[in-house]
């Protein structure tokens, strides 16, 4: 039982969320378009998601361990390896078996979108996995982790915003569309905001053990202020969108959330002792949450 709970704990649940963000936003819009719900498309997506996702997490828990980023001075989370949780033979079987099923649950999901007729786009689908799973093993293992060098912002803005939102739209309806891929940027905004926070936590540590993020390069002041860009741009994306495609004032609920990202905010700018970020990091997926939520429930109001 002990075991199990471990796993789960390395999984890191609260953060499997942000990874079917895109996915909960794209099935609203196609059922406010279609009026329709393709079951088997959604489950098997939100696996695909769910497993890199969980990818992601214990390959950063594994390469951080081995290039010691994680240790006793780290104020974050404990880790699994590093606090023995996990050994590190492990994780690399997990890292295996995770990175297979992210693959076969992505032939599934290819199979159910496609109906079985082979085409291009199922070529590129399928090297689009293999690139999703081979970016979140290198984010922090390998050589030249580019984690370590401040790209993570840039791969999360691309697999949990654009990718996201775009390529499950696409597996529902075949076709790509323009207007939302300003929701796709917001979504990417938002989710680089988590991390963001998890850098600014760490920025000391990181910065002692080579590890550069952007908060490293350009230091805690303008991290604060990159965060509030982050943070403020999708609001301003999201009213953007709602006015190319109205509908109805209920598009608009999302709005509501600028009063509780506002206070966050400030409290951000005002943050002197890192720990203190423990506490906005849930307050800030709360709000990416809601925010899918409640532009996905406008759609259908």
């Known amino acids: 039982m002990l075991e199990i709970y471990n796993w789960i704990y390395a999984f890191r649940l609260k953060t499997l969320p ?9 099935t609203f819009i196609f059922f406010s378009k279609k009026n329709l719900f393709n079951r088997d498309i959604f489950i098997w997506s939100s696996f695909t998601s769910i497993f890199l ?20 001075t780290r104020i974050g989370p404990k880790r699994t390896i590093q606090s023995g949780i996990l050994s590190k033979k492990k994780i690399k079987l997990a890292l295996i078996i995770i990175s297979c099923l992210s693959f076969f649950s992505n032939i599934i999901l290819l199979f159910f979108s496609f109906n079985e007729k082979f085409s291009y786009r199922i070529l590129l689908f399928l090297i689009g996995i293999l690139l999703c ?8 293992i390998g050589k030249n982790p580019y984690g370590y060098k401040g790209l993570g912002d840039l791969s999360v803005f691309l697999f949990f915003g654009l990718i996201s939102l775009e390529g499950n739209y696409y597996l529902y309806n075949h076709f790509l569309n323009k207007e939302i891929l300003l929701l796709g940027i917001s979504l990417g905004f938002l989710t680089v905001s988590v991390l963001n926070i998890n850098n600014m936590r760490d920025i000391d540590n990181d910065n002692k053990n080579g590890k550069y993020t952007l908060p490293v390069r350009i230091g805690l002041k303008k991290a604060k202020i ?26 608009y609920l999302f709005i509501i959330l600028i009063i509780p990202t506002i206070r966050h905010l400030r409290i951000i700018l005002k943050i002197k002792n890192h720990k203190e970020f423990n506490y906005e990091f849930n307050i800030n997926i709360y709000i990416n949450i809601l925010y899918t939520f409640l532009m996905g429930v406008g759609h259908l109001l």
Request: some cysteine; overall charge negative; proline content about 2%.
């Open 133 to 140: 799973i081979y970016s979140a093993i290198t984010y922090t």
């Open 18 to 26: 942000l990874s079917l963000s895109g996915l909960i936003l794209s």
């Open 53 to 72: 996702q969980i990818l992601s997490n214990i390959a950063n828990d594994y390469g951080d361990c081995i290039k010691g980023t994680d240790n006793i």
């Open 226 to 251: 990159y965060h509030i860009f982050l943070m403020i741009v999708p609001f301003l994306l999201s009213i953007l969108y709602v006015f190319l495609t109205y509908k109805s004032i209920s598009q």
